[in-house]
């Protein structure tokens, strides 16, 4: 069973989690780690994910009464395919049973350099229960497909649940 832990600047492995992230996570789909861990709060919370005493993975999410984003998760390179990603987001679907869970992807396009990165990407969703929103949009450069858990979610509650927790990052976004 997977130990999850609320972490914070403070966490004995914070300088561990923000290597995992800039590892896993290109520059322009990236917020500032920093912003990351000033915005921790009662709303937003980054995790520590451990198998027993070793970290293999983290996540960071926004949470409002009834819908939760999903904004990061990544499981440390030597750790991927033995099944911790899949475990992770079942375990947050649990801790957010009954609420629906949104989580954003690098929108599949067979031209683009890692379109096979990209296909496993969202096959790995598919498989553990997302389905697409059928929202598509665009900011800071890259082209985003919404996925969701637990029920549908519109263009429109997405929009605002960026807006409230982004605040005026989120304005520059456009829906295709």
Not at 9 to 35: A, C, L, T, W
Not at 77 to 85: A, H, N, S
């Amino acid at each position: 069973m997977l130990n999850v832990l609320k972490t914070d600047r403070n966490y004995q492995e914070i300088n561990q989690i923000h290597k995992m992230y800039n590892g896993s996570f290109p520059d322009d789909e990236r917020v500032p780690f920093d912003i990351l861990l000033k915005t921790i709060g009662k709303d937003r919370d980054m995790c520590a994910v451990c198998d027993n005493e070793k970290l293999i993975g983290m996540y960071y999410l926004m949470h409002d009464e009834d819908l939760v984003y999903l904004a990061y998760v990544c499981v440390k390179d030597k750790e991927r395919g033995k099944g911790y990603g899949s475990a992770i987001l079942k375990q947050i679907a649990e801790e957010h049973e009954g609420k629906r869970i949104v989580a954003d992807i690098e929108e599949l396009k067979q031209d683009s350099k890692n379109y096979e990165q990209q296909k496993k990407r969202r096959d790995f969703y598919l498989k553990n229960g997302y389905r697409s929103t059928g929202t598509f949009y665009h900011i800071y450069n890259v082209d985003y497909e919404l996925l969701s858990y637990g029920g549908p979610v519109s263009k429109e509650e997405w929009h605002d649940l960026i807006l409230k927790h982004w605040g005026p990052r989120a304005e520059s976004a456009t829906y295709h």
